[in-house]
């Protein structure tokens, strides 16, 4: 960005809190980090309020050959942390190719008698679980693993994916497993899927993300079972492992199927030698904040670990403190982040609002949730609205398809753009068109909507979106 962009105002003046923790839940959203038991030093239980074990819940350490639980004590120790400290617990993880131990090679029945007992052991004293982790391949091809466990997968019709009746899928039959065992016990446990270069709708140069998109079309297909996805969020210089400006719009896509997102494993590396990732690491740090900050079902972000010494990547300095053995010293990056939570979600621009007045930033300018710019229509066919989220050069719309007083089976949505604008991506929808009017219409998915309920599409553009107009027509 070339100059300096404002902040507006936020609200009404409040002290700002002094820990990750204390501001994250202010925006209601948990903070967390991955730890060990010989990292349970005071600063986890002062900073954090959700734990994940780095490495005691894999398969490698807890599981037997035939699905049973071994070697449960260190996970046991976390668990207990986190209570005492009032954190959550995110599990990870129960079907991985990796790390997995004595289940390396086990058919479905073995990992569904090892995934029934782990969720039994810990029950509600786990509110995540990473059921099934890393399942999309390298090199942003799309495609699914091809070793153990997705060598269990059977295309049966050959169609080239996996959701047909008929077809085998590790994915599905595991999540189908936890979701049983979670009703069957009563269980508030939350099931999760999580990956990593999945983050943005795009990777370097544009190109479209089609690891995000093979995920999104996991979540969408599988939603029954699947109650939150997990962007890892490891961000580095590689191509696919960037930090792109449509992240908060990806998102926002999956936020739009109606699951939790959180940011599992944010780690940011801090070389600076290329340029590739941004305006320095502070930076990006509160701009992947104030993108999951500005979509109300990122319910959480979790660093990968305490300090840059102790990171699994601890060339890339990637976390929010140097030092190390308990002795922790703040980064720039701790600072920008708590600063960014702060602001909360609602990072206004009503120029009414009181609050402090507007500071230079070199952060976006964000506006979220807009009030709707036409009301709901109470009559027969269908109305729309739309919330935007903004900053400088860009925005996102969510919009909104409510039907009448009867049903409809289809619908059309046509926007005036103003010019400058420009539909860079768009989901939930078929489009026609990039600027000045825009049509919109139902995909199979979503074009049957019951009297007075809505469904909700999505897209991006560059330049400003304001004053939209959304024109509604059902079929
Ligand atoms: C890493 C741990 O941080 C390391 O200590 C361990 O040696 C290897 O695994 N994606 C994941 C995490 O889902 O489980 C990985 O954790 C990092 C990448």
Redesign the pocket.
Known sequence: MGSAVTVQSIGPAAAAETTLRAAAAKAGLFFGV?ASPGRLSSIVGQEFNQLTP??DM?PSTIATSSGGLQNTGNADTLVNYAQTNNMLVRG??LV?H??AGALQGANQATLNTFIGNALNRWGNRIAYW?VV??ALDDNNTGNRRSQWPHTLNRDANGDGDLFDTGDTDVIRDSFIRAKQVVQAGGLTTKLCI?D?DVEGLTVRGGVQNRKANALYEIVRNYRQYIDCVGF?A?FNDNPNSIITDDLQANIQRFADLGVEVHL??LDIDDDLSNNDIGAGQAENYRKVVRACLNVAKCTGITV??IADSE??RSSERGLLFTGGSGNYQKKAAYHAVLDELNKGRDVSTDPTSPGTPPTPSASPSVTPSVPPTTPPNPTTGCSATVSLNSWTGGFVATVRVTAGTAPINGWTVGIALPSGATVTNSWNANRTGTSGTVQFSNVSYNGSVNAGQYTEFGFQGSGTATGLTPVCTAS
Do not use: I, L, P
Request: proline share 0%.
């Open positions: 991955a780095e490495n894999k990870h993880t991985w990796s790390q990473d982790n890393e999580n990593y890892q490891h599992t494993e990968w670990g990171s699994w």
